[in-house]
């Protein structure tokens, strides 16, 4: 801003106010800035840790953690579980390492990660409503008295009505793949507003009970001043309803 610009009535608190903007445009979300998660992060990592010294010992984890992401994926000797753990242990010791020195004010990178961690959170919890994705058989069958949210929208896309369609004890052949990719994108619309609606896509596999559904999202995470992609995979057990969101490759 040159010295004429900055005369200028208001200049000052233009500048001022897009700052903020920038700064709030690569904020998590607002329970990342009232909770202290540097002792879950600890935890977490301690944790991982732990249990990957158990399993190749503790010399060989620090061989592979000192080396890059691509010699993890190509250790034959490694399960893909460890791999992934690696991965997790890898992100999440640099994203501890961020907060410490940055402290709330995050970069796109651990933003990513809260929204990642926040629609694995929606993904593990059983909305109020659950009639529109009953299958043919369950509607067939007599059911207790539900409540008709279909005439109440604003409640609907309310917190009271947060999560997904009930999956626990599901088989795929409930499902419609593109009936549930709607629905899936239509979730994701209310509950998740970093994500760019018009630019959300949401792709469905069906699996077994053990593979169970494979819900691929692929987004624009809205920030400031660049808005950048965000491609997702959630695996479904329907066993248990357990889900699991990670990042997917580009």
């Not at 992100?91 to 694995?120: C, K, N, P, W, Y």
């Not at 007599?142 to 999956?167: H, I, K, Q």
């Not at 795929?172 to 896509?201: G, Q, W, Y």
């Amino acid at each position: 801003m040159s010295a004429s610009e900055a005369k200028r009535p208001g200049a000052k608190a233009q500048l001022a106010g897009s700052s903020r903007a920038k700064r709030e445009a690569v904020q998590p979300s607002l329970w990342d800035r009232l909770v202290n998660d540097l002792p879950g992060l600890t935890s977490e990592i301690d944790g991982l840790r732990r249990l990957l010294d158990e399993e190749l010992g503790a010399e060989r984890v620090e061989a592979l953690l000192a080396g890059s992401a691509r010699a993890i994926d190509a250790d034959p000797e490694l399960t893909a579980e460890q791999k992934r753990r690696l991965h997790r242990l890898i992100f999440q010791t640099e994203h501890r390492a961020e907060i410490e020195s940055r402290g709330v004010v995050v970069s796109a990178r651990v933003l990513r990660e809260a929204v990642r961690r926040d629609i694995e959170a929606l993904f593990n919890t059983e909305r109020f409503e659950s009639v529109p994705m009953l299958s043919d058989a369950e509607h067939e069958q007599p059911l207790d008295e539900l409540p008709p949210l279909a005439d109440f929208p604003e409640v609907r896309r309310s917190v009271v009505n947060y999560g997904v369609p009930s999956f626990s004890g599901r088989s795929s052949r409930d499902f419609d793949r593109d009936t549930l990719a709607r629905e899936i994108r239509a979730v994701l619309a209310t509950f998740e507003p970093r994500l760019k609606e018009s630019a959300t896509t949401v792709n469905v596999t069906l699996g077994d009970k053990s593979v169970g559904l494979k819900i691929e999202i692929d987004a624009v995470l809205i920030m400031t001043p660049t808005p950048e992609r965000m491609r997702l995979r959630t695996t479904i057990n329907l066993d248990n309803g357990l889900a699991r969101t990670e990042f997917r490759e580009t």
